[in-house]
């Protein structure tokens, strides 16, 4: 599972209609982790706090500006994210490695409590600089930073 970001294509390109959402998303960190995802993890999803979980497929419509902050009734619940699971047969995966950082993790924890292994490969992690160094690192010496399995 990959963030998405708070750059989007729309910033670059104001009147761009919908798009998938493996191109929406545009800034570092987001490159970053997909980069990471494509290199190491047969599958993978977006994490949006407005529309939850994003196939690379799924459209995205416009530009938004949320993040997953509690008691903002804008942000998708924990209960809509199990439906989309089960909606998006992401159920099915019993390894879950989650690339955000802190503000993710209690979230994503309720979320995937059916899971054996929920792994945050970046938490620790002292900023989004040094996650994206530590991405950079493990793309670039074709190491991952998660468990295998």
């Known amino acids: 599972m990959i963030p998405c970001g708070k750059r989007k294509i729309w910033d670059k390109y104001p009147d761009k209609g919908a798009v998938r959402a493996e191109e929406a998303y545009i800034g570092v960190l987001r490159q970053l982790t997909l980069g990471y995802a494509k290199k190491f993890i047969k599958e993978w999803v977006t994490i949006s706090a407005k529309h939850g979980f994003l196939l690379p497929s799924d459209l995205v419509q416009e530009n938004y500006d949320l993040t997953f902050q509690p008691n903002n009734p804008e942000v998708v619940t ?46 620790g992690t002292k900023g989004i600089g040094d996650m994206q160094n530590l991405l950079k690192e493990s793309i670039n ?9």
């Not at 199990?82 to 309720?110: C, F, P």
């Not at 010496?141 to 399995?149: F, M, T, W």
């Open 78 to 123: 924990v209960n809509q994210l199990k439906y989309q699971l089960q909606e998006k047969k992401l159920d099915q995966y019993d390894h879950i490695i989650i690339l955000t950082g802190k503000k993710y993790q209690k979230t994503m924890e309720k979320v995937f409590d059916h899971a054996k292994l929920v792994e945050f490969p970046l938490l």
């Open 141 to 149: 010496k074709n190491q991952p930073l998660h468990k295998k399995g």
